[in-house]
């Protein structure tokens, strides 16, 4: 079975300071993708990055970079220069190939941007 | 606006009503996914589909529910019988078969009083 763990129901970051979420996550399935997604109060759910098992390197887009650390089976979402439209829900996703490329999700971070 | 449409985005209806919802997917997408979230929670799983087919159903979906994509294009779920606890935003997402992205509809919201 396959499980996403995000252990940080919220976070407050000072606005242009680096941020970091958590997220572990658990399969037995050697190929899989992992997501992060933003979903901000108007519910709309925003993909933000993406990471492969097999890729080398960690992906990165714009001012996020996914920590990808296989052997621990992590993947953390870091946010460099946080800006106050960053406060949001995020939510970490996997995919592994054996579940037929079911999407699953961590129950999410509330990240909170202070001024 | 090339994104993942749904439709629609509110609906309130009475209890033991039906409700259908549909899912307009980006039109290169083959997969189709369709996901309940509750308020604090993630999105769980309910069903999936490449093109026509449907090739998963989450436990999650009881008979009240049932999903469908008949020509491999648009989706449609509906639940029968409303209850108050299928009160949830409903979320459609779809991919591409690489699957490095999938991006998510605005979500239909629903409201059983």
């Known amino acids: 079975a396959q499980k996403i763990t995000q252990t940080q129901p919220g976070m407050f970051v000072q606005e242009k300071e680096a941020v970091t979420l958590d997220c572990t996550y658990d399969t037995s399935d050697p190929s899989y993708g992992l997501f992060w997604y933003k979903q901000p109060s108007s519910g709309e759910m925003i993909f933000l990055i993406y990471q492969g098992s097999y890729d080398q390197q960690n992906a990165t887009e714009g001012r996020y970079s996914l920590n990808f650390q296989k052997a621990r089976k992590s993947a953390n979402l870091v946010i460099s220069a946080s800006q106050l439209g960053d406060s949001a829900m995020y939510f970490c996703?996997?995919?592994?190939?054996?579940?037929?490329?079911?999407?699953?999700f961590g129950s999410g971070t509330r990240l909170s941007i202070r001024p | 606006d090339t994104g993942v449409s749904q439709d629609p985005r509110h609906k309130i209806t009475k209890r033991g009503q039906n409700v259908t919802f549909r899912c307009d997917p980006i039109?290169?997408?083959?997969?189709l996914y369709w996901y309940r979230q509750t308020l604090g929670q993630g999105p769980e799983f309910l069903t999936y589909f490449q093109n026509e087919a449907q090739l998963e159903k989450s436990r999650l979906l009881s008979d009240r529910f049932s999903a469908e994509r008949p020509k491999g294009s648009f989706s449609t779920l509906e639940i029968q019988r409303t209850e108050q606890g299928d009160s949830a935003m409903y979320l459609c997402?779809?991919?591409?078969?690489?699957?490095?992205?999938?991006?998510f509809g605005q979500g239909t919201r629903l409201t059983v009083v």
């Open positions: 039109s290169e997408h083959n997969r």
């Open positions: 997402a779809s991919s591409t078969p690489g699957g490095t992205e999938a991006f």
């Open positions: 996703a996997m995919r592994a190939l054996s579940s037929a490329s079911k999407i699953i």
